[in-house]
């Protein structure tokens, strides 16, 4: 039977969880700060992200967190975790989506469920799960899967 782990009870790894089994981080308010920082790092400049005006005339509450700037920081909450100390790489990710807006001050988590894990000729642990990340309302903001 699949069971649901969170970070503040688990000490496991990845290879520890079985087929179907469900690990959520720790919680992270994302702020102002990180929104500008990551911004101008990775250069998108796009006016909603650093307009407040801009953004509530194209119907959003305020501005905007970037897609993948979401999805870089729940994957440091990932990392952070611990939970894949034991996998030697990252190969890659499908069918990402993003479902619904993140705001400065808003909280997520990153959430996943093991879908299959096998060796490979090399004795290698090969890991695929689906994840989610969600906001301080339990709303998936972000999907997809790890392959």
């Avoid at 790092?41 to 509450?61: C, I, L, T």
Wanted: include cysteine; aromatic fraction near 12%.
């Amino acid at each position: 039977m699949a069971k649901f782990y969170s970070e503040e009870e688990l000490s496991k790894k990845i290879l520890d969880l079985e087929v179907g089994d469900r690990f959520a981080t720790k919680w992270r308010t994302l702020t102002q700060t990180d929104l500008e920082l990551n911004v101008i790092v990775n250069g998108d400049f796009h006016p909603m992200f650093f307009s407040e005006e801009v953004a509530r005339k194209a119907g959003w509450k305020t501005r905007l967190f970037p897609g993948l700037v979401t999805l870089n920081i729940a994957i440091g909450l990932l990392i952070q975790s611990r939970i894949t100390i034991d996998t030697i790489g990252f190969l890659g990710m499908d069918k990402i989506k993003f479902l619904a807006p993140v705001y400065p001050g808003d909280t997520i988590r990153f959430e996943l469920e093991l879908v299959s894990k096998k060796q490979n000729t090399k004795k290698q642990w090969i890991v695929d799960y689906k994840f989610e990340i969600k906001n301080q309302n339990n709303e998936v903001c972000l999907e997809g899967f790890n392959c």
